[in-house]
Nanobody, 122 residues
Framework: QVQLVESGGGLVQAGGSLKLSCAAS????????MSWNRQAPGKERELVAAISSGGITYYADSVKGRFTIHRDNAKNTVYLQMNSLKPEDTAVYHC????????????????WGQGTQVTVSS
């Protein structure tokens, strides 16, 4: 049974930083591409960052230069370091996994975590 468990969300002031973690189990983690996605109330789900099994990364324009995704295959964990946070970054953040190459389409991910809330105050 595949499980993805996010942690690290919270309330932060604009300009601050947070680091999200996603611990995976029940899968051969090193063979999966991983992504971080977010959804704010009334908005569509947005993939913000992805990383291939080999460490190639992708970032949405909205977070490029501020967010960093990386993975530790020894710990079966993917991280999202978020700096220079803005109120518009407020959302529930979910990690997701898929086999093969990463996709920039959230619908192509097979497994999802429950999410962690990130709130950025102005």
């Amino acid at each position: 049974q595949v499980q993805l468990v996010e942690s690290g969300g919270g309330l932060v002031q604009a300009g601050g930083s947070l680091k999200l973690s996603c611990a995976a189990s029940g899968l051969t983690f090193g063979s999966y591409a991983m992504s971080w996605n977010r959804q704010a109330p009334g908005k569509e789900r947005e993939l913000v960052a992805a990383i291939s099994s080999g460490g190639i990364t992708y970032y949405a324009d909205s977070v490029k230069g501020r967010f960093t995704i990386h993975r530790d295959n020894a710990k079966n964990t993917v991280y999202l370091q978020m700096n220079s946070l803005k109120p518009e970054d407020t959302a529930v953040y979910h990690c997701a996994a898929r086999t093969g190459r990463y996709s920039t389409n959230p619908d192509r991910y097979d497994y999802w975590g429950q999410g962690t809330q990130v709130t950025v105050s102005s």
